[in-house]
T-cell receptor, first 112, second 111 residues
Framework: DAGITQSPRHKVTETGTPVTLRCHQT?????MYWYRQDPGHGLRLIHY???????DKGEVSDGYSVSRSKTEDFLLTLESATSSQTSVYFC???????????FGDGTRLSIL | TQLLEQSPQFLSIQEGENLTVYCNSS?????LQWYRQEPGEGPVLLVT?????EVKKLKRLTFQFGDARKDSSLHITAAQPGDTGLYLC???????????FGQGTTLQVKP
């Protein structure tokens, strides 16, 4: 399996604070993704990256931004967290186009 | 917007029973993947089906891709407690090249 590490694994914060989640992969994968998982919704794509400094929006991108300055790191930022962003966030990556994705173990984020 | 409807959302059965999980869409997908997820972990790929009508078997699990590549099913024979988990289908969109996930099926197999 691809070595994908997400940090932190758990975070509790207050409404209005900035939050950054980190995804680190050691497989030199080109493509990286951020999803959120909520009951009854499966996984929904927030943002994705197809290379260093190349990112694009997914279906639920409002309130989120991303950055990818190195192949191995993909950061997800909530500029001003809201309670609706309480969720479990998953990072995924793969090497070639149209390949199965390898997932991290998730970050459980609670916004009070 | 492409949607993938997965059913049932919850399933609780006794060990030894058979079950089928369905994923349906009105859209055509390039391929369809099935994942299994344990609590506190990320989804792990079980199988990818690519060709319409394709059937793949993984021990007691049988995966089928519909002829029109709009739907898929997962059948588990003689379920065991170790099969307990969340099963997710995901279709690769022909339009965007991105995965569209179903809502997931939470399976509990009681001994």
């Amino acid at each position: 399996d691809a070595g994908i590490t997400q940090s932190p694994r758990h975070k509790v914060t207050e409404t209005g604070t900035p939050v950054t989640l980190r995804c680190h992969q050691t497989e030199n994968h080109r493509y990286m993704y951020w999803y959120r998982q909520d009951p009854g919704h499966g996984l929904r794509l927030i943002h994705y990256s197809y290379g260093v400094k190349d990112t694009d929006k997914g279906e639920v991108s409002d309130g989120y931004s991303v950055s990818r300055s190195k192949t191995e790191d993909f950061l997800l930022t909530l500029e001003s967290a809201t309670s609706s962003q309480t969720s479990v966030y998953f990072c995924a990556s793969h090497s070639q186009h149209i390949q199965p994705q390898h997932f991290g173990d998730g970050t459980r984020l609670s916004i009070l | 917007t492409q949607l993938l409807e997965q059913s049932p959302q919850f399933l609780s059965i006794q060990e030894g029973e058979n079950l089928t999980v369905y994923c349906n869409s009105s859209s055509v997908f390039s391929s369809l993947q099935w994942y299994r997820q344990e609590p506190g972990e990320g989804p792990v790929l079980l199988v990818t089906v690519v060709t319409g009508g394709e059937v793949k078997k993984l021990k007691r699990l049988t995966f089928q891709f519909g002829d029109a590549r709009k739907d898929s099913s997962l059948h588990i024979t003689a379920a065991q407690p170790g099969d307990t988990g969340l099963y997710l289908c995901a279709g690769l969109s022909s339009n965007t090249g991105k995965l569209i996930f179903g809502q997931g099926t939470t399976l509990q197999v009681k001994p």
